[in-house]
């Protein structure tokens, strides 16, 4: 996996795409299903169809990236049918990366605590 800190944020699109979608397109899905911009520096991430292919969008601050990955063997888990209602799932760098090595266990279970974000941290100095 690129060198990612647990900070970032990753968005499972929950639904299908279309393999044949780069960066224009996929970037189009992000802005108008996932409602998010594409250059916040957060992961998407892409599941064709048939579950073999995968893709994952990002901005790396110089110009957007697409990582892409064919399965020869098995196929990826289907974040569509991890939450029926969701439009898109919140995951982990970790849970990201479980994924694309073929873990199906991705979204069922909470694998680690949520990251802090700043507004929630309190110092006690007693």
Same mark, same amino acid.
């Given at each position: 996996?690129?060198?990612?800190?647990?900070?970032?944020? &990753?968005?499972?699109?929950?639904?299908?795409?279309?393999?044949?979608?780069?960066?224009?397109?996929?970037?189009?899905?992000?802005?108008?299903?996932?409602?998010?911009? &594409?250059?916040?520096?957060?992961?998407?991430?892409?599941v064709g169809k048939d579950r073999r292919r995968?893709?994952?969008?990002?901005?790396?601050? =110089?110009?957007?990236?697409? %990582?892409?990955?064919?399965?020869?063997?098995?196929?990826?888990?289907?974040?569509?049918?991890?939450?029926?209602?969701?439009?898109?799932?919140?995951?982990?760098?970790?849970?990201?990366? %479980?994924?694309?090595?073929?873990?199906?266990?991705?979204?069922?279970?909470?694998?680690?605590?949520?990251?802090?974000?700043?507004?929630?941290?309190?110092?006690?100095? =007693?």
């Amino acid at each position: 996996m690129i060198g990612l800190g647990r900070r970032v944020q &990753v968005f499972a699109f929950a639904a299908a795409v279309d393999m044949r979608k780069s960066f224009d397109t996929l970037s189009a899905v992000v802005r108008e299903h996932v409602e998010r911009d &594409v250059l916040d520096g957060a992961l998407y991430l892409f599941v064709g169809k048939d579950r073999r292919r995968a893709k994952v969008l990002f901005w790396d601050g =110089t110009g957007l990236c697409v %990582l892409a990955k064919r399965l020869e063997k098995g196929r990826f888990a289907a974040p569509w049918a991890l939450n029926k209602k969701a439009r898109v799932l919140e995951w982990t760098t970790s849970e990201l990366a %479980l994924f694309l090595e073929g873990s199906e266990l991705v979204g069922r279970v909470a694998l680690s605590p949520p990251a802090w974000k700043p507004d929630e941290r309190r110092v006690s100095f =007693t």
